[in-house]
């Protein structure tokens, strides 16, 4: 089945710097890639996600890579806030599969 | 953040007991997932059902057991079986399988 690996696991910026958090993933059959933010205490949500067919996407300050070849997709957050502080979780799906499988998170500090 | 609901938010339990741990949506989605979230290992899947009476297990689907009678309603059971219980419970939905999740409050079991 899938493997998505998540690096760094923890990740700290200054405010107004730029954060970046990469993920591998095993499956050549995966075709979406989301991105979740949890913070301290909440429930998962989406902040942005893509599809295997376009290699990037962006809203405002946040983007996301897609390197098939390479297998791995990257998040950036441009002019980091204290407010983006949280846990970050990558994921992917094949799709011939309905497991989607999780990387492990970074948690990512923006130091006022 | 509305339309997925967890019960209860805190959960303790005995060893050897059974607990239901309840989730629900009214957001017409087809597809209902559980996820098990440790410290440090992200989401795990642990049984999810892409339509009514329908459910494939995920990777820990050991000592749990799940239902779905009713497409709003997809609960999860925590066996005497489960040899680690205690950890925090997340509920999501999705149209599809490969379609943005929503994920509930959470519940925190522990086991005492």
């Known amino acids: 089945g899938e493997n998505v690996e998540q690096h760094p696991s923890t990740l700290s910026v200054q405010e107004g710097d730029s954060a970046v958090i990469k993920c591998t993933y095993s499956?050549?059959?995966?075709?979406?890639f989301p991105w979740y933010k949890q913070e301290l205490g909440k429930r998962p949500q989406l902040i942005i996600d893509?599809?295997?067919?376009?290699g990037e996407k962006k809203d405002q300050r946040i983007a996301v890579t897609l390197n098939k070849t390479a297998k791995h997709f990257s998040l950036h957050i441009t002019e980091t806030q204290p407010e983006d502080s949280a846990v970050y979780f990558c994921?992917?799906?094949?799709?011939?599969?309905?497991?989607?499988?999780f990387g492990a998170g970074t948690r990512l500090t923006v130091k006022p | 953040d509305g339309g997925i609901t967890q019960s209860p938010k805190y959960l303790f339990r005995k060893e050897g007991q059974n607990v239901t741990l309840s989730c629900e949506q009214n957001l017409n989605h087809d597809a209902m997932y559980w996820y098990r979230q440790d410290p440090g290992q992200g989401l795990r899947l642990i049984y999810y059902s892409q339509i009514v009476n329908d459910f494939q297990k995920g990777d820990i689907a050991e000592g749990y057991s799940v239902s779905r009678e009713k497409k709003e309603s997809f609960p999860l059971t925590v066996t005497s079986a489960q040899k680690n219980p205690t950890a925090f419970y997340l509920c999501a939905s999705s149209i599809g399988t490969h379609n943005e999740q929503f994920f509930g409050p959470g519940t925190r079991l522990t086991v005492l």
């Open positions: 994921a992917a799906i094949p799709y011939n599969n309905n497991d989607m499988r």
């Open positions: 893509i599809r295997s067919n376009v």
């Open positions: 499956d050549s059959a995966s075709n979406y």
